[in-house]
T-cell receptor, first 113, second 114 residues
Framework: GDSVTQMEGPVTLSEEAFLTINCTYT??????LFWYVQYPGEGLQLLLK???ADDKGSNKGFEATYRKETTSFHLEKGSVQVSDSAVYFC????????????WGLGTSLGVNP | EAGVTQFPSHSVIEKGQTVTLRCDPI?????LYWYRRVMGKEIKFLLH????????ESGMPNNRFLAERTGGTYSTLKVQPAELEDSGVYFC????????????FGEGSRLTVL
């Protein structure tokens, strides 16, 4: 079945460092890919998405490109801030298969000033 | 516009007791979902309502879990009797579209079974 493999954390960075969180997937057909984020004390919220190959999702300085050839959707940010400290989840949605969000384990990010 | 609200935010119960979690979706969202995250594991789908009907309940672990959605508005998830392995965070989400991965989540209800 469909699955998502996400880089395990925790990840600790200094402010203004470059961030990459790796995410790869296995799926039949053409799933949509998502990054969700959970800030401390808050619910999950959509950070960005991509619905087809080569699409780039972006939001709040974060980017991820849907790479079908490598089945990847890595999250990147050029300069992290303390306020980016959160848990990041990669997920896929396959309308042609099970039609529910399939999640990675989540990666906890801490950013030090 | 109010978001998805869940309560209680945290519940601590003894094994064998009953707990009921409640979710109020965003107004006008016909689709309501329950997901669960057990510590150290992925978030897993439990079930999906379209209005008051269960569209997909394939993720419900066993018959100790009962979900309802009265009148297509709020939903409850009852665990009876609770077991230790039921501990985790229960997320509720809603959406307007029936087939989408773009969901609006609540803050979650943390359940601890002792």
């Amino acid at each position: 079945g469909d699955s998502v493999t996400q880089m395990e954390g925790p990840v600790t960075l200094s402010e203004e460092a470059f961030l990459t969180i790796n995410c790869t997937y296995t799926a039949t057909g053409y799933p949509s890919l998502f990054w969700y984020v959970q800030y401390p004390g808050e619910g999950l919220q959509l950070l960005l998405k991509a619905t087809k190959a080569d699409d780039k999702g972006s939001n709040k300085g974060f980017e991820a490109t849907y790479r079908k050839e490598t089945t990847s959707f890595h999250l990147e940010k050029g300069s992290v801030q303390v306020s980016d400290s959160a848990v990041y989840f990669c997920a896929l949605y396959n309308a042609g298969n099970n039609r529910k969000l399939i999640w990675g384990l989540g990666t906890s990010l801490g950013v030090n000033p | 516009e109010a978001g998805v609200t869940q309560f209680p935010s945290h519940s601590v119960i003894e094994k064998g007791q009953t707990v009921t979690l409640r979710c109020d979706p965003i107004s006008g969202h016909d689709n309501l979902y329950w997901y669960r995250r057990v510590m150290g594991k992925e978030i897993k789908f439990l079930l999906h309502f379209v209005k008051e009907s269960k569209q997909d309940e394939s993720g419900m672990p066993n018959n100790r879990f009962l979900a309802e959605r009265t009148g297509g508005t709020y939903s409850t998830l009852k665990v009876q009797p609770a077991e230790l392995e039921d501990s985790g965070v229960y997320f509720c989400a809603s959406s307007q579209s029936r087939q989408t991965g773009e969901l609006f989540f609540g803050e979650g209800s943390r359940l601890t079974v002792l």
